[in-house]
Each structure stands twice: as structure tokens, then as C-alpha cells.
């Protein structure tokens, strides 16, 4: 039996490739009949410029720009074929900021180093830009991309600002040269509201509820200024709340908006992989209700359903239930803090632990 391994990194703790290896160990010890075969994935988060190196090719750069925290990071990109692969995590990632420092830094981290990286591939003579998004420390609504590119954020008398909350108007204009823009969504969400950036993914970052109060409003308000500078507002548009807003500032530059799930999807073959196995085994850090909201499992869910091959799902940890995950089209889904008893025990070794599940998972399927 063909079974394809297309994981998506397991949230700071696997990357997709190593997540991709700690299946196919267990798997060999559970089927060593079955012939694997390794597609690590991302969705625009974190890996998303990796695995699509190792899947395309490509010429990798690493340029120094403004990190979350307004201190220098070394970030790379890629290009192919005149196409800009861009990974806003790279320049604004949570990683880039210290457990310790996130409560005081949620308010403040920047998406500036993002807009640096889109400067540059435009300034290489990139003639399409795709950003993907996730795995940021930032809620500033993309602020501070749009500052890199031109469009300055003044409060009252023309002072640039930090603060969204004393923002009164735009200046100035961006400046993309001729490349088009494409967003590489890894969610749904809209930029405000109960599903939003600040309240949905502002807690990951550090933000306590009198916190994400703050920058809900400051979103609104920014909201309405970017609004009334561009004629086009987009904060209810589906991914407009990725990457702490970056996706609502990208989707007013006019950017075009694809699942980065898809796109990575359509780069690796996905499709075609999958059509000539006869399962297959995707994953993540925690397979919850946002999962089924634009990320990654289920978009590989869909491409085997597509090919009527069953899915399965492992991760950390799921919170979906049985009707959910097969409304998804995911067969069955296993967690491995389940499996080896607590998350403590999972996390002192992710992926030996995920190899024991794997191990387990292939028993039941040979």
C-alpha cells in the first residue's frame, strides 16, 4: 500500500519536515510493508518558504530587516521564475519574540519587516509577490508593512505614529513597482469581531483580556482610516484577520487572496501524489475548530477526498469531534497526547512521541 505523509509543522515543535520523518519512523515500524512517501506542507505559516524550496527550487536570499520587536532579524525569501515567495513569519514571527517579553510586546510588535521583504523582491524585479501568512506576533493591522511601503500612519498634526489609537489618516502612497500582490492565507478569519485577530489569536501572543479590549478598538479605528484613505474596506473579508490584521492591510493594497494551504498544495503535485496512493496521513500541532477554517489538514482532506482516498489526521492534540473531523473529510484523527497519556509526556519529546502514534495508527490501518 501507498501512503503519503503531508504534515503541516506541529506549532513550534516539529517543523513539517521533521514532523514528516517522525510519522514515516513509526509508520516503518508499524507497516514496514507500506511504501511512504514524504510531502511535507505548510499553509503560509511558519515552513511555508522551505518547503516550497525543496519542492520548486529556487533562489533563496536572506536580507536583514525590522523584526516584531523593532530590532534587526535576518529573514529569508524566495524567487522563482520571477515569482516572489514571501513568509511573513520569517520577518514577524512570534518565534522572534521571547516567552517572556510577549505580554509587554503584544501591543507593540511590528509587521514593518514584512513590508521590507516585499520592497525587496519588487526592488529584485519580482513580478508576482506571494505573501504567506501566519505564525506572527503582530496585531497592528499590517500598519507597519504599509509604513515600509509608503503609506505613513500620522495622528493629528502629521507626526507618524506607532500607536494605531492615535492615528487620524494615511500619507504618502505605496509604492509595489509592477509586481502583483497574492495573500497566502492559512485562515478564514475576518479582521474584527469574536472571530478577529485580536480576539481569536491576540491570547497566543501574549494579550490578556483587558489587552485584546485595547487593540480590538485600535483595530476598528485603524480600520476606518485605511478605509476611508483607499476606498476599499475589507475588514470583513475572509482573511482579512490573518497575520494580526497584516491580511486586511495587503487586501486594501488590492492583493489577491488564495488559500496558502493550495497553493503549496498545487507547487508540491499534492494532487497527483495523492491519486496514486491509497491513504493518507496529515497532521498538526492541534487539530481544533481553526483547523476547519482554512488550514492545512483539511485542505489536504479535500484533495484526497477529490481522489476518493481516505485521510487520516494526527496531532498534538484534537479538540474536533468524530462528526466534525468526517464533515471534513478526515477519517479519523488521533492525538498523541492521548495516546501516550498527557501533554507533558508528548512535549518532553515530540517526535518520538508522534512516532509512537504513527507506530500505533499503522497497526490499525495495514
Known amino acids: 500500500m501507498r501512503v503519503v505523509i503531508a504534515p503541516d509543522c506541529f506549532g513550534g515543535t516539529l517543523t513539517a519536515a521533521q514532523a514528516a520523518d517522525a510519522i514515516a519512523t513509526g509508520w516503518r515500524r508499524g507497516a514496514p510493508e507500506h511504501e511512504l512517501i514524504l510531502r511535507p506542507l505548510a499553509d503560509g505559516g511558519p515552513g511555508f518558504v522551505d518547503v516550497l524550496h525543496t519542492a520548486i527550487g529556487g533562489v533563496l536570499h536572506r536580507t536583514v530587516v525590522t523584526g516584531p520587536l523593532g530590532t534587526p532579524v535576518e529573514a529569508k525569501w524566495l524567487m522563482h521564475a520571477g515569482v516572489a515567495y514571501i513568509e511573513s513569519a520569517e520577518a514577524a514571527g512570534l518565534h522572534l519574540v521571547p516567552r517572556e517579553q510577549r505580554a509587554e510586546m503584544c501591543e507593540r510588535a511590528t509587521t514593518r519587516g514584512v513590508g521590507e521583504l516585499i520592497a525587496a523582491a519588487r526592488d529584485l524585479g519580482a513580478h508576482e509577490?506571494?505573501?504567506?501568512?501566519?505564525?506572527?506576533?503582530?496585531?497592528?493591522?499590517?500598519?507597519?508593512?504599509?509604513?515600509?511601503?509608503?503609506?505613513?500612519?500620522?495622528?493629528?498634526?502629521?507626526?507618524?505614529?506607532?500607536?494605531?489609537?492615535?492615528?487620524?489618516?494615511?500619507?504618502?502612497?505605496?509604492?509595489?513597482?509592477?509586481?502583483?500582490?497574492?495573500?497566502?492565507?492559512?485562515?478564514?478569519?475576518?479582521?474584527?469581531?469574536?472571530?478577529?485577530?485580536?480576539?481569536?489569536?491576540?491570547?497566543?501572543?501574549?494579550?490578556?483580556?483587558?489587552?485584546?479590549?485595547?487593540?480590538?478598538?485600535?483595530?476598528?479605528?485603524?480600520?476606518?482610516?485605511?478605509?476611508?484613505?483607499?476606498?476599499?474596506?475589507?475588514?470583513?473579508?475572509?482573511?482579512?484577520?490573518a497575520a494580526g490584521g497584516l491580511g486586511f492591510a495587503l487586501l486594501t493594497l488590492g492583493?489577491?487572496?488564495?488559500?496558502?494551504?493550495?497553493?503549496?498544495?498545487?507547487?508540491?503535485?499534492?494532487?497527483?501524489?495523492?491519486?496514486?496512493?491509497?491513504?493518507?496521513?496529515?497532521?498538526?500541532?492541534?487539530?481544533?475548530?481553526?483547523?476547519?477554517?482554512?488550514?492545512?489538514?483539511?485542505?489536504v482532506s479535500g484533495v484526497a477526498a477529490a481522489h476518493g482516498v481516505p485521510c487520516l489526521a494526527l496531532a498534538g492534540q484534537v479538540a474536533v469531534g468524530r462528526k466534525q473531523a468526517a464533515a471534513a473529510g478526515i477519517e479519523a484523527a488521533y492525538s498523541v497526547s492521548e495516546h501516550v497519556g498527557s501533554v507533558k509526556r508528548s512535549m518532553s519529546d515530540p517526535g518520538g512521541t508522534l512516532a509512537e502514534l504513527a507506530e500505533h495508527v499503522a497497526k490499525q490501518w495495514r
Open 255 to 299: 492583493c489577491e487572496s488564495v488559500s496558502g494551504a493550495n497553493l503549496v498544495s498545487g507547487a508540491t503535485n499534492l494532487g497527483s501524489v495523492i491519486g496514486q496512493s491509497q491513504l493518507v496521513v496529515t497532521g498538526e500541532g492541534s487539530f481544533d475548530w481553526q483547523s476547519l477554517r482554512g488550514k492545512l489538514v483539511t485542505s
Open 129 to 241: 509577490i506571494a505573501i504567506g501568512l501566519g505564525g506572527s506576533a503582530t496585531t497592528d493591522g499590517g500598519s507597519g508593512a504599509l509604513a515600509a511601503l509608503g503609506l505613513v500612519a500620522v495622528d493629528k498634526d502629521g507626526n507618524p505614529v506607532e500607536s494605531l489609537a492615535e492615528c487620524v489618516r494615511l500619507e504618502g502612497a505605496a509604492d509595489l513597482g509592477r509586481a502583483l500582490l497574492i495573500a497566502a492565507s492559512d485562515v478564514e478569519n475576518p479582521l474584527l469581531g469574536p472571530h478577529g485577530a485580536a480576539v481569536t489569536f491576540g491570547p497566543q501572543k501574549g494579550a490578556d483580556p483587558a489587552a485584546v479590549e485595547r487593540l480590538e478598538r485600535a483595530l476598528t479605528a485603524w480600520a476606518d482610516v485605511v478605509s476611508a484613505r483607499t476606498g476599499r474596506d475589507e475588514r470583513d473579508t475572509p482573511g482579512a484577520g
